[in-house]
């Protein structure tokens, strides 16, 4: 299935310094701010109380909060789990809060509106828990470009295994800047997010890398810029659909997944977005930079069979 009827010969490389100049401040406004703001993180990574309650009925959970911030706990994260009448309450941590006396407060805030709904417990995550998660989350996120670095090695000519690394860390650096700028909770979800969205990134330049390999291969004469502007233009169909079908998922679950599921679809749909342009403007771009040629990419011959072709 093709989304242009006709085939696209936009000139992508001409105009790839004045994107250049989008990702720098991109990337310095997000450092900027995660120097500054830094992110506010969830409760699985800085420890709070748990709290499960059963409803008599299907419970609101736009209902939980608005009681909650009447009771002064806004701070809090609900969420349904299990069936529709059960529901989980973590709140972020605060010096010297008696854990009954706060178990007991929210318990009273949701029977103001529900007079059924029973506590059933009260669990507090401690701090060191959250510190493990976030030290196993930076593991995580190492690991991952290492083995993406790897895989560029091997797949790739090192002028093209550049360029698709500097885009699998451009997309997440500028997610990460969003959530600092705007406040929103950074939590495991998000945190799974930015992974998934370092795969998808990798993945959108690996099928633009491997078309301009071949069109490398049989457009010897031509311009390295027009090559890497044919091979993405013949790519831009699948990348359109391929973005576009991926989007109306990630919409569905901003929009109806509800607060829970709020960071985690947010960064994915930045990141599918983000990841799109990284492949055109960030990898091809800086692989062109690099003076990236037919010759890089053909196969090298031993020298012996050089001699044997000689007259």
Same mark, same amino acid.
């Given at each position: 299935?093709?989304?242009?009827?006709?085939?696209?010969?936009?000139?992508?490389?001409?105009?790839?310094?004045?994107?250049?100049?989008?990702?720098?401040?991109?990337? *310095?406004?997000? +450092? !900027?701010? =995660? #120097?500054?703001?830094?992110?506010? /993180?969830?409760?699985?990574?800085?420890? %709070?109380?748990?709290?499960?309650?059963?409803?008599?009925?299907?419970?609101?959970?736009?209902?939980?909060?608005?009681?909650?911030?009447?009771?002064?706990?806004?701070?809090?994260?609900?969420?349904?789990?299990?069936?529709?009448?059960?529901?989980?309450?973590?709140?972020?941590?605060?010096?010297?809060?008696?854990?009954?006396?706060?178990?007991?407060?929210?318990?009273?805030?949701?029977?103001?509106?529900?007079?059924?709904?029973?506590?059933?417990?009260?669990?507090?995550?401690?701090?060191?828990?959250?510190?493990?998660?976030?030290?196993?989350?930076?593991?995580?996120?190492? *690991?991952?470009? +290492? !083995?993406? =670095? #790897?895989?560029?090695?091997?797949? /790739?000519?090192?002028?093209?295994?550049? %360029?698709?690394?500097?885009?699998?860390?451009?997309?997440?650096?500028?997610?990460?800047?969003?959530?600092?700028?705007?406040?929103?909770?950074?939590?495991?979800?998000?945190?799974?997010?930015?992974?998934?969205?370092?795969?998808?990134?990798?993945?959108?330049?690996?099928?633009?890398?491997?078309?301009?390999?071949?069109?490398?291969?049989?457009?010897?004469?031509?311009?390295?810029?027009?090559?890497?502007?044919?091979?993405?233009?013949?790519?831009?169909?699948?990348?359109?659909?391929?973005?576009?079908?991926?989007?109306?998922?990630?919409?569905?679950?901003?929009?109806?997944?509800?607060?829970? +599921?709020?960071?985690? #679809?947010?960064?994915?749909?930045?990141?599918?977005?983000?990841?799109?342009?990284?492949?055109?403007?960030?990898?091809?771009?800086?692989?062109?930079?690099?003076?990236?040629?037919?010759?890089?990419?053909?196969?090298?011959?031993?020298?012996?069979?050089?001699?044997?072709?000689?007259?």
């Amino acid at each position: 299935m093709e989304f242009f009827h006709k085939a696209t010969r936009y000139p992508f490389m001409a105009t790839r310094r004045r994107w250049y100049v989008v990702s720098a401040v991109l990337i *310095f406004g997000s +450092l !900027l701010a =995660l #120097a500054v703001r830094g992110l506010n /993180f969830g409760i699985d990574f800085t420890g %709070g109380v748990v709290m499960e309650f059963a409803f008599p009925q299907a419970a609101s959970l736009d209902q939980v909060r608005a009681a909650l911030e009447q009771a002064g706990v806004g701070d809090a994260s609900v969420q349904s789990f299990g069936g529709a009448s059960d529901v989980l309450v973590r709140i972020l941590p605060k010096e010297g809060t008696d854990t009954n006396r706060l178990g007991q407060s929210v318990l009273a805030a949701i029977q103001s509106f529900e007079p059924g709904a029973e506590l059933r417990r009260t669990e507090v995550v401690g701090p060191q828990v959250g510190q493990e998660l976030a030290e196993k989350g930076a593991l995580a996120v190492l *690991f991952t470009f +290492l !083995l993406i =670095l #790897a895989y560029v090695a091997v797949r /790739f000519q090192w002028k093209l295994g550049v %360029g698709a690394l500097a885009a699998a860390l451009h997309d997440p650096i500028v997610i990460l800047g969003f959530f600092a700028v705007t406040g929103m909770t950074f939590d495991l979800p998000a945190l799974a997010a930015i992974l998934a969205v370092i795969g998808y990134s990798l993945n959108d330049t690996v099928v633009v890398f491997d078309r301009i390999r071949e069109r490398f291969l049989s457009m010897r004469k031509g311009a390295s810029e027009q090559i890497i502007d044919a091979a993405i233009n013949e790519t831009l169909s699948r990348t359109i659909m391929t973005s576009a079908t991926t989007m109306i998922t990630v919409l569905s679950l901003l929009f109806f997944g509800g607060e829970i +599921l709020r960071g985690f #679809a947010t960064a994915l749909a930045i990141g599918i977005v983000v990841g799109t342009y990284s492949s055109i403007y960030i990898a091809s771009a800086i692989s062109l930079d690099l003076k990236l040629a037919a010759r890089d990419l053909l196969p090298v011959q031993r020298e012996k069979d050089a001699i044997d072709d000689m007259p």
